[in-house]
């Protein structure tokens, strides 16, 4: 079989954790991806992939053969795209991951349009409330919310967020609105576990970050949940500004103690450094961009 084909099988087998996933991300047979993986590993003479009947990993060194795998084809792609031209389609597969709900609400209409432009592509989307690591993971571009942390991806800033404090008209209008942390406190108040969030919240008081160490009265696993909760009148919770946008523009909910929310969070585009971002890469951040930049709920107050 041709080395590059069973390069690419093997990728997808591991991106996709799965033969049959893979099968189908291939458009091949689930026998064919198993040859094509048997016959790899005999070309190679080592052991890629570990398999049993709930998952599929990859080796030691099959990880560093992915590594090298996904290097190789990157550069493939450019040669393809350097000898078609700068107006050449974009094509192949492409894998992107952002926060869960912001991946709802704005990046899923940008992959839309992305494919309904570009018909010869194919997009995984992965939306997780977690930090990935891209690299391990096989993503081609990620939307992180948050100062970065040294890294060798390319970084494109697209707007940012505050953490605000909501809640309904009526609730506050029944307990009362609160002015100070230590009032807050009294208050009930629901919590998000989303993303690993941290039990205290940090505000910005007298000039001065404070941390305030919280007892919620409802603690919920996803932004969504603590959205629904704060919109049934509830209590008190806390949100990145976009995710609550939609209902504070509709009265539903309102924003306390602004005077007290820290610097608001970036928002940035991640995607592999310098000349390894294909055209399906470059083209899918342009169009990504240019909707982040436009959408009011990404530009602080």
């Not at 040859?35 to 998952?55: H, M």
């Not at 592509?121 to 939306?127: C, D």
């Not at 940012?160 to 009362?176: E, F, M, N, W």
């Not at 946008?245 to 450094?273: D, Q, S």
């Amino acid at each position: 079989m041709d080395r590059f084909h069973l390069m690419s099988v093997f990728v997808a087998v591991a991106e996709e954790q799965g033969f049959a996933a893979a099968a189908r991300r291939l458009r091949m047979s689930p026998p064919a991806v198993t040859r094509a993986i048997a016959a790899l590993e005999q070309r190679l003479g080592v052991k890629l992939l570990n398999r049993t009947t709930r998952y599929v990993r990859t080796t030691d060194a099959g990880q560093r053969y992915l590594e090298d795998a996904r290097r190789i084809m990157a550069e493939v792609d450019m040669a393809d795209d350097t000898a078609a031209g700068i107006n050449a389609e974009p094509r192949g597969h492409l894998t992107v991951t952002a926060p869960a709900l912001f991946g709802r609400m704005f990046v899923i209409p940008g992959i839309v349009e992305y494919q309904q432009q570009y018909p010869d592509t194919e997009v995984s989307a992965v939306f997780l409330d977690r930090i990935v690591n891209m690299l391990e993971e096989g993503i081609d571009v990620g939307i992180r919310i948050g100062e970065l942390p040294d890294s060798s991806m390319r970084a494109l800033r697209v707007g940012s967020v505050r953490r605000i404090l909501c809640a309904t008209p009526d609730y506050l209008k029944q307990h009362g609105e609160p002015e100070t942390l230590e009032q807050l406190t009294q208050h009930t108040l629901i919590a998000s576990s989303a993303g690993n969030s941290p039990p205290d919240w940090s505000f910005i008081d007298k000039n001065k970050s404070q941390l305030l160490r919280i007892q919620p009265r409802l603690r919920v696993t996803t932004n969504d949940a603590a959205l629904e909760a704060a919109l049934q009148g509830f209590g008190i919770t806390r949100l990145l500004s976009y995710q609550a946008a939609a209902k504070i523009a509709e009265g539903r909910l309102k924003i306390i103690m602004k005077t007290f929310e820290p610097n608001p969070w970036p928002v940035h585009i991640m995607h592999r450094e310098g000349r390894y971002a294909s055209a399906k890469i470059r083209t899918f951040v342009d169009l990504l961009a240019l909707r982040l930049r436009s959408d009011t709920a990404l530009k602080p107050e």
